[in-house]
């Protein structure tokens, strides 16, 4: 059951607290030694990483479990194996890496803290937020530019509302070699994560033939963290899913940062993604029948 995890490309793309992405910060605490690493905490789920390394848009430790995370909610049923809660009275802790949920990353974000399967928490169908962040990306794709005062109307009213101290600004992007669209879109991706809008977004920004194809990437595996004995890493079984310090499996890049024991749920070699065919769905051939001939198969679909 990985309907409820995050990929480990999504946790990447979320800023760090110099308002830098994984690539540029200084902020990166590498090698990862616990699977909150990559959050910013230590594995008490409790204490950020001293001096302020590995600190993340607050968004992040908001949105995705940590592991040792306390449950928020003291009257929730928390022993359920879908997101491996383990019961302690009332309240528990999260526990990532059992068996039947290896890849970790599970969404915090819209969880009340009761089972899956109660939860009534309210679908999200559009927002406040995903008007100012639609109305900045709108600005930049109609002027090819954006002022500070448009950004401070927008972007970083997202930012203020969850206490992220980085503004965005045209300067920012030009002392860190950044690109402006690139940062509304990252901005956007974040801000709306399990809302239902990634996939839309990156067929509308044309990326997916470069997007989809890669492998996907879960949780840092720490076998001193692992739940219930759990032992991936040292199977047999699971060896060939693991990265190597270098963030390869058998010599291809599976992750794209040096780090070890990254779990590959699909290795890139079994993604693909057909632009001249992919980008559209196949016309129900009863529609194309019903159409006298004025309706033709879409692309590569015939």
Not at 73 to 84: G, H, P, Q, R
Not at 145 to 171: C, H, K, M, Y
Not at 217 to 223: D, Q, R, S, V, Y
């Amino acid at each position: 059951d990985v309907n409820f995890n995050i990929t480990r490309s999504m946790v990447d793309y979320y800023l760090y607290a110099d308002g830098l992405p994984r690539e540029k910060s200084l902020l990166v605490f590498t090698p990862e030694t616990s699977f909150n690493h990559v959050l910013g905490y230590e594995s008490d789920g409790v204490t950020p990483i001293a001096n302020g390394m590995g600190a993340r848009d607050p968004r992040l430790s908001m949105s995705v479990l940590l592991f040792n995370d306390p449950q928020q909610n003291e009257n929730a049923m928390v022993l359920d194996v879908l997101v491996s809660y383990r019961l302690t009275g009332q309240g528990g802790v999260y526990l990532p890496l059992n068996a039947s949920k290896p890849l970790g990353y599970v969404c915090k974000k819209g969880f009340s803290g009761y089972r899956w399967s109660q939860d009534c928490s309210d679908r999200i169908i559009i927002r406040w937020g995903e008007m100012l962040i639609s109305y900045a990306e709108a600005l930049y794709e109609m002027n090819g530019s954006i002022t500070d005062a448009q950004l401070d109307e927008t972007v970083n009213v997202l930012r203020n509302r969850v206490g992220f101290s980085v503004p965005l600004t045209n300067a920012f992007v030009t002392a860190n070699g950044l690109n402006m669209l690139g940062e509304i879109r990252r901005e956007r991706t974040v801000e709306l994560m399990a809302e239902n809008r990634r996939y839309a977004d990156i067929i509308r920004w044309k990326i997916a033939e470069t997007v989809l194809p890669k492998a996907i990437g879960g949780a840092k595996f720490n076998e001193d963290e692992a739940f219930n004995g759990h032992s991936q890493a040292a199977d047999p079984t699971f060896t060939d899913l693991y990265t190597d310090a270098s963030g390869k499996i058998g010599g291809v890049q599976e992750y794209a940062y040096p780090e070890a024991n990254i779990r590959i749920a699909e290795k890139s070699g079994t993604r693909h993604f057909d632009p001249a065919k992919d980008y559209f769905y196949p016309i129900p051939s009863y529609e194309i029948a019903q159409s006298d001939g004025n309706i033709i198969q879409n692309p590569g679909w015939h």
